[in-house]
């Protein structure tokens, strides 16, 4: 086989595990199940949460709940798993799915192979051992063959330096580190800064509660209504007696929901018949407007801006005050290329008396915190919580905090100080045995999460049962093949119209960060990324090079 070195001798060192799993939410859960119960594998998870959960152990504000339907958003690799675990509505809130995790942590037994509160802080590869070397926060040291990083895309967060923000006397909070107690608002004066998929679920909450809620926004949203309720019984067992028929439409489909797009260009639509496509989706509420529109969607800004129109009607007809309704109206980006907000009252908010809207571009940015609260505009907003709401350092933010470390000392996060490079979104070249799970540059944050968690663990898991099974020691990217992987990716995205906007998708939100498009938008959506995930495999790993047992 052409992709095979020898092995050069290597120098013994005390293994202490086969694999270190990074991370214990979806990804790390799953991984490490399949990795100890399907490989028999010595594996250890490090979780810098006191519980499994991930996204859904921190993410705790008010209104925090999934916006993909429940019956999709969970595990389908165990069918008696499917079978007993019962979602009560259509987009659960965060308890729930962290109830679901527990659950199924209990379940697979996966507690006690879990390291929790504990922070990896540095991860190194040694040449002379072909093994990496994994240091956390708490003064662990421990070495493995392989490394899987399960850290989510969406899990550094971001809190931008806003002048002044520890002078503030009342409290703040981040949305993703939120007090596991709560927050209460009654009485008091509120301010959300940010208006993204976040802060469109806590606002229409925080508004009932709090006396008084200022919102800053910098940039409005395309929101379209979520639809939520209770799980029809009925709908409910009709979906567990198909879910070999759900499991593989969602595995084969665009975005791993049970969503395709309508085969047509809005362009040769009456605008009747268009409008009655988009009263059925806005009727059925989640991303049926966003992910299963007319095809040309994402790629003619002369079909987007029809879509782009209705919503903004719906806008106009929702917000009483029309010059509220103006500032809440997106008018700088085509709709669908920043993350779709799904809502629940969102705009209706605005029309309460105690809901104030500042809008950068009108009202003028955020100055300053205050001790009193927030200056924009040259005017002080006095408010006694501050809920800061601002996202994430999205995709490359939680593996650049790791401190990998390569072949000869390379850093990731230098490597990839001009946007990821990687192959696949599951490997980089330099980095040997690394493997992340819904890595940037793979379609992750553009699919329903779970489907491609789970299609990467299986595929890291099945490479690494081919390596055992083949005396393989180590396997890493090709340069050529990354570099190959890094143009396609850029050239599909720069083929929408998604590279245009400042969004989280770029890169945009963070500061002095690359302007990369981050996850990949494959033209036969995830049912062929996975197709191209398996032929690589097939053909022995192309691409890849393995070293050999020596
Ligand atoms: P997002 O979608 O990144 O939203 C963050 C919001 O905060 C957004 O409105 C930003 O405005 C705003 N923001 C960010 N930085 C600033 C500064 N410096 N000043 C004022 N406003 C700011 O994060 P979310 O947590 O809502 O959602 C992240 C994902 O989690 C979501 O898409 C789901 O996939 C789950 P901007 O639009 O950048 O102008």
Redesign the pocket.
Known sequence: MVNVQSGAQKESAKLDFDAIIIGAGFSGMYMLHSLRDKLALKVTVFEAGNNVGGTWYWNRYPGARC?SDSYIYCYTFDNHLLQEWNWSERYPEQDEILRYLEHCAERFHLKRDIQFAKRVVEVTFDEATDLWMVRTDKGDAVRANYVITAVGS?SAT?V?P?KGLGSFRGKSYH??QWPHDGVDFTTKRVAV???????VQAIPEIAQQAKHLTV????P?FCVPARNGRVDPGVAKARKSDYDGVRERIKKSFFGFELNFIPKSVLDTTPEEREQEFDRMWDAGGFALWLANYQDLFFSKEANDIIADYLKCKIRSTVHDPVVAEKLIPKTYPYGT??QPLDTNYFETFNKKNVLLVD?STDG??EEITPNGIRAGGKEYPVDIIVI????DAMTGPLNNLGIKGRGGRELAQDWRDGPQTYLGLAVAGFPNLFTITGPQSPS?LSNMPVSIEQHVEWITDCIAYMRRNKRTTIEATAQAQDAWVAHVAEVANGTLMTGT?S?YMG??IAGKPRRFLPYLCPEGVGGYRKKCAEIAEKGYEGFVFANVA
């Open positions: 916006d969406l971001n931008p806003f949305t993703a800064i940010g208006t993204g998929a976040t802060a800053f926004q910098r940039t949203n920043k993350r950068a940015p955020i709401a601002t996202g994430f944050v400042d989280w945009a939100n």
